[in-house]
């Protein structure tokens, strides 16, 4: 059974810089592209970054680029996302997500003063 799970989220203020990490199992972790998603409170899914199974092409969206960096740890199953910078707008619930689209239950980070 595919199980990912998030942490690392919490409250932070604008400037401020949070790392999220999800744990996975149930997969082939190195061969799965990863992604994170997050979802805005009131609104939709909303693709944040993803990196392919060699950890050659990061991709990011416009809305993080040059402030988020994705990674991942082949030897730990774990995929992490190192947010600086954060601006209120980046406030909602992230998710990681597997190249199947499965995904975690998310962690909260909430950016406000």
């Known amino acids: 059974e595919v199980h990912l799970v998030e942490s690392g989220g919490g409250l932070v203020q604008p400037g401020g810089s949070l790392r999220l990490s999800c744990a996975a199992s149930?997969?082939?972790?190195?061969?799965?592209?990863m992604s994170w998603v997050r979802q805005a409170p009131g609104k939709g899914l909303e693709w944040v970054s993803s990196?392919?199974?060699?950890?050659?092409?990061?991709s990011y969206a416009d809305s993080v680029k040059g402030r988020f960096t994705i990674a991942r740890d082949d030897a730990k199953n774990t995929l992490y996302l190192q947010m600086n910078s954060l601006k209120p707008e980046d406030t909602g619930v992230y998710y990681c997500?597997?190249?199947?689209?499965?995904r975690g239950q998310g962690t909260q980070v909430t950016v406000s003063s």
């Open positions: 149930g997969f082939t972790f190195s061969w799965s592209t």
């Open positions: 990196i392919d199974y060699n950890s050659n092409f990061p």
């Open positions: 997500r597997n190249s199947a689209g499965t």
